[in-house]
């Protein structure tokens, strides 16, 4: 549900921040964080894609977070429809995910930055302040292995085929490849079964695998390549 903060004299020379995230206590958390600085307040939260682009158009935030997995459609996508219809306006990508899963993919998709949520508490202001300065937010290992890339460093193992896997299917991807089982994954991301079961499906045929046995082998594999890297 969306919610647009009764406005308040007081607030009318502060940045306005607007947080998009399914989880009430993140959006509880964050907004304490932020509305403690001086100058940044929170002008309104929204817990899914359609809420938060109506609440943007009636509130006119100065910079939105992003949680990228929201409930029927990624975070990504909605960065991407942000971006078309405000270009101007700076986002910042939130995630439980690891940056080398998602932050080049958010990156790509307008974001100006990317904060993992357990390092959210310390530098959330920080990322937040960066990115209205007319910076990119990511964390110092991520902005090396970037550059290690764009200079023509060794790819990820099987990162050809993983970039086919949508954004939506990397995420599940992922799950599987830390050992969770379908039921677990649909909990997780706050979908059906039968659409994980159908990612699932997807994610098989992109990547030429049999059965659910290959997907598990190769996922594990792929975590585990991430984690070194």
């Not at 991520?142 to 200079?151: E, N, T």
């Amino acid at each position: 549900m969306a919610r647009k903060k009764q406005p308040d004299k007081n607030d009318e020379c502060k940045t306005k921040i607007l947080i998009v995230d399914d989880h009430p206590i993140v959006r509880q958390g964050l907004a304490e964080l932020i509305n403690h600085e001086d100058d940044l307040k929170v002008c309104g939260d929204a817990e899914d894609a359609s809420d938060a682009l109506g609440l943007i158009k009636e509130s006119e935030p100065d910079m939105v977070i992003v949680d990228i997995s929201l409930k029927e459609t990624s975070g990504i996508e909605l960065i991407k429809d942000i971006k078309a219809q405000y270009p101007g306006l700076s986002v910042l990508a939130l995630s439980m995910y690891d940056e080398s899963l998602y932050a080049e993919r958010a990156l790509r998709a307008g974001a100006k930055g990317y904060i993992m949520k357990a390092e959210a508490t310390e530098n959330v202001v920080i990322a937040i302040r960066k990115i209205l300065s007319g910076q990119i937010y990511v964390s110092d290992n991520m902005a090396a292995k970037m550059v290690r890339k764009l200079v023509g460093g060794s790819p990820d193992v099987g990162a050809s085929v993983i970039e086919s896997l949508s954004d939506r299917e990397l995420e599940v991807f992922y799950l599987i490849g830390q050992g969770y089982g379908t039921r677990q994954v649909a909990k997780r991301l706050h979908l059906s079964v039968k659409t994980i079961e159908t990612y699932r499906a997807h994610i098989k045929e992109k990547l030429n695998l049999a059965d659910a046995s290959e997907l598990l082998q190769y996922a594990i594999q792929w975590v585990h390549s991430q984690d070194k890297a």
